[in-house]
């Protein structure tokens, strides 16, 4: 990398900033989840060579204007792992996931007291660029993690079925804000509820996406081997279709 940012190297990669490589990172995390979902271990270790070589092309842009080096940002992380781990590298002891949480939020909150930054408000470190499920699942976390939250599974079950009633009003009254402000809490609902049954819901709309499409390729498919197009077919048609595909992907 350094090679192709100096003078004489790759004008593409010389005209690069910090600013015009964040979509490729996050192109190319989303090509990491894809191969571990397709279970493509030959593409999952090439795609993490991909994602890798975006660490590395921020650090050499960093390191051309003085700002730190590859191995700080090593360094960082090294010490992290050890530093919110005393129950493997220190005296500390835990016996159950819950305990290791625990453990890393004691010290993460007292990292934060160190910088001078535990005034800070709760949610101010869930950055608002991430994707909006992402997004809902951590401030939900956060909130869950003081207290603020729900006690079973049950009762989010509940204030779903408010959230739907809610919903149900808003179309009676054909009014598009709140339909649309309806719509958001019914998933942020569901972001919590997931969040109780342990479900990661990124992933989940992830499975349910690949799936809609495996199914939808088919009847694109045996349309084709009919001699129709998708315009040409009607929902009957297409319905029985999505239903075959349905019972080969079982």
């Not at 795609?47 to 660490?55: S, V």
């Not at 499409?213 to 077919?233: P, S, T, V, Y």
């Not at 297409?238 to 992907?249: G, N, T």
Request: aromatic letters at 8%.
């Amino acid at each position: 990398m350094a090679r192709l940012r100096a003078p004489g190297g790759c004008p593409w990669d010389r005209e690069q900033t910090f600013d015009t490589i964040k979509p490729y990172t996050l192109e190319e995390t989303y090509e990491v989840l894809d191969a571990i979902d397709r279970r493509d271990w030959a593409e999952v270790a090439e795609e993490l060579g991909d994602l890798l070589l975006q660490a590395v092309f921020y650090a050499q842009m960093a390191a051309e204007q003085g700002l730190f080096q590859i191995g700080d940002s090593l360094d960082a992380i090294n010490e992290k792992l050890i530093r919110r781990h005393p129950h493997v590298f220190g005296e500390e002891t835990a016996e159950s996931a819950g305990d290791v949480k625990r453990i890393w939020g004691e010290i993460k909150a007292a990292e934060k007291k160190d910088r001078g930054r535990d005034d800070a408000a709760l949610l101010d470190s869930v950055p608002r660029a991430m994707p909006a499920l992402v997004e809902a699942q951590q401030i939900a976390s956060r909130a869950a993690g003081v207290g603020f939250d729900w006690e079973t599974a049950d009762q989010v079950i509940e204030k779903l079925d408010e959230e739907l009633a809610e919903f149900a009003e808003a179309r009676r009254q054909a009014s598009l804000p709140e339909v649309e402000n309806e719509i958001g809490d019914l998933l942020f609902v569901l972001v919590n509820l997931a969040r109780f049954v342990k479900v990661d819901p990124e992933q989940a709309l992830r499975k349910t996406n690949a799936k809609f499409r495996g199914r939808f390729g088919h009847i694109e498919r045996e349309l084709a081997a009919r001699g129709k197009r998708l315009q040409d077919a009607g929902i009957a048609e297409m319905e029985e279709l999505w239903q075959q595909a349905k019972l080969r992907q079982r």
